[in-house]
Nanobody, 118 residues
Framework: DVQLQASGGGSVQAGGSLRLSCAAS????????IGWFRQAPGKEREAVAC????????EYSDSVKGRFTISSDIAKNTVYLQMNSLKSEDTAVYYC???????????WGEGTLVTVSS
C-alpha cells in the first residue's frame, strides 16, 4: 500500500522558517515526481513546489519562488520543503503527493498545518 505522511508544520512568526518532511512508502520513489501543495481555509489546493526524482529538476510557484526550497533524499524516501521568510499568506495545510511528472499530486496523504502570524 502507498503511504504518505507530511510532517514538520507548526506556528511561526512572519519572517521565520520551517522545514516540512514528506515520508513515503509503497512505491518506487526515484521514478516519480513529488509535489508539495497547500490549501488555505476557503481556498482551493494549489501547487507550490515539485521535484523530479529522475533528474533532480525543480519547479516553484511564483508565490514561493526564492523563499522555499524543495529537496529529496531518495535513500530515505523523503522529500523536504525548506520554507524561509514566511508570510501570513503562507498559512495553510501542506500536503505532499507523487505523480508521474510535476506538479505531482496523483495521490495524497495527510497534511501538516503551517500557521504564520504577523
Amino acid at each position: 500500500d502507498v503511504q504518505l505522511q507530511a510532517s514538520g508544520g507548526g506556528s511561526v512568526q512572519a519572517g521565520g522558517s520551517l522545514r516540512l518532511s514528506c515520508a513515503a512508502s509503497g512505491f518506487t520513489w526515484e521514478h516519480y515526481a513529488i509535489g508539495w501543495f497547500r490549501q488555505a481555509p476557503g481556498k482551493e489546493r494549489e501547487a507550490v513546489a515539485c521535484i523530479e526524482n529522475r533528474d533532480g529538476s525543480t519547479e516553484y510557484s511564483d508565490s514561493v519562488k526564492g523563499r522555499f526550497t524543495i529537496s529529496s533524499d531518495i535513500a530515505k524516501n523523503t522529500v523536504y520543503l525548506q520554507m524561509n521568510s514566511l508570510k501570513s499568506e503562507d498559512t495553510a495545510v501542506y500536503y505532499c503527493g507523487p505523480g508521474f511528472a510535476c506538479p505531482g499530486g496523483d495521490m495524497w496523504g495527510e497534511g501538516t498545518l503551517v500557521t504564520v502570524s504577523s
